[in-house]
């Protein structure tokens, strides 16, 4: 079968790619470092139905590499088995948004989504807002390019 073919057939739809981008936890995260290898790192995010957002420390490698070069691209993907394997890759370039680094003593209106989801996801304070700690910030990639794939529609 021809391998384009195989491809579309095994893509997620936007629904999917949806779902699998809210339900999933850890994304891993390239970007390329000062010399041009690359640098792929684990990391929490959250997915607002048309970006991926970020709070990552600025002091890491994977922020200096973004504020030299912003171009990355990042995979959330799930299974274990060959058969069960399915995923999404984001393309893009990514930015950053509001104070560097958040401390959340100014208001951010573009920040209130990701914030929201993020603390509802993950860490939140116990009245429910989300936890800054004056070393994190905020990244937002808007994809250029998805390319998703599901090993589970294989054979159907």
């Not at 999933?24 to 010399?35: D, E, G, H, M, N």
């Not at 116990?126 to 070393?135: A, E, I, L, V």
């Not at 905020?138 to 589970?152: G, T």
Request: aromatic fraction near 8%; include cysteine; glycine fraction near 10%.
């Amino acid at each position: 079968m021809d391998t384009q073919r195989r491809g579309r057939r095994i893509a997620l739809s936007g629904e999917e790619v949806d779902a699998l981008l809210t339900e999933q936890q850890v994304c891993r995260v390239a970007t390329l470092t000062a010399s041009g290898s690359p640098h792929v790192s684990p990391l929490w995010y959250v997915w607002d139905g048309t970006a991926l957002w970020l709070y990552s420390i600025v002091r890491s490698q994977r922020w200096a590499d973004v504020l030299r070069d912003p171009r990355a691209a990042v995979v959330v993907d799930a299974g274990g088995d060959f058969g069960e394997l399915h995923g999404v890759e984001l393309r893009g370039r990514f930015e950053q948004v509001g104070e560097t680094p958040r401390t959340g003593k100014t208001d951010e209106p573009e920040l209130a989504t990701p914030e929201r989801l993020f603390a509802g996801k993950y860490i939140a304070n116990p009245d429910g807002s989300m936890y800054h700690d004056g070393r994190h910030a905020w990244l937002r990639l808007v994809p250029e390019k998805i390319a998703s794939w599901d090993h589970r529609k294989i054979g159907r």
